[in-house]
């Protein structure tokens, strides 16, 4: 992905948070320049992380909300640049409390591989503890047996 085009999602999700409100009157709120405020929203520049807090203060907005909308447009964009799909897409997961969505495919496979790293630590730990309180020779010996 282009940094323009990620520059673009960013300026897009705060002209659309920022909504009928203008520029001008949210950077007056929080003491900042209006000025570079339009070329945040174009895509021109991208905002610093310190400008980022203060436009989600006067957004009124959270990062999470923030971070959820760029990612939309962001997959609207990339939608658009594939052309129309062959298929029907499948309806969307529900949401769940967090912001994400049930279905998410990263979240399966990061505790699918997790699970698989833990389980040899898991062993160990039972085994260490077993051989505390069965005494080493008949720790070895269940550790053999099993």
Do not use: Y
């Amino acid at each position: 992905m282009r940094r323009r085009d990620r520059d673009n999602d960013v300026g897009r999700a705060i002209a659309g948070l920022r909504g009928p409100r203008t520029q001008a009157k949210l950077a007056e709120a929080i003491n900042m320049d209006p000025g570079p405020w339009s070329l945040w929203e174009t895509g021109a520049r991208r905002p610093t992380e310190r400008s980022l807090v203060r436009i989600l203060t006067a957004l009124g907005c959270s990062r999470l909300e923030f971070e959820e909308t760029v990612w939309t447009l962001r997959r609207e964009r990339l939608a658009e640049e594939e052309g129309p799909p062959s298929s029907p897409p499948p309806p969307p997961a529900p949401v769940t409390a967090r912001g994400t969505q049930a279905g998410d495919e990263l979240r399966a496979a990061l505790h699918a591989h997790l699970s698989t790293l833990l389980t040899p630590v898991v062993d160990m730990l039972l085994f260490l503890v077993n051989s505390r309180s069965a005494g080493p020779a008949s720790a070895l010996e269940a550790r053999n047996d099993g």
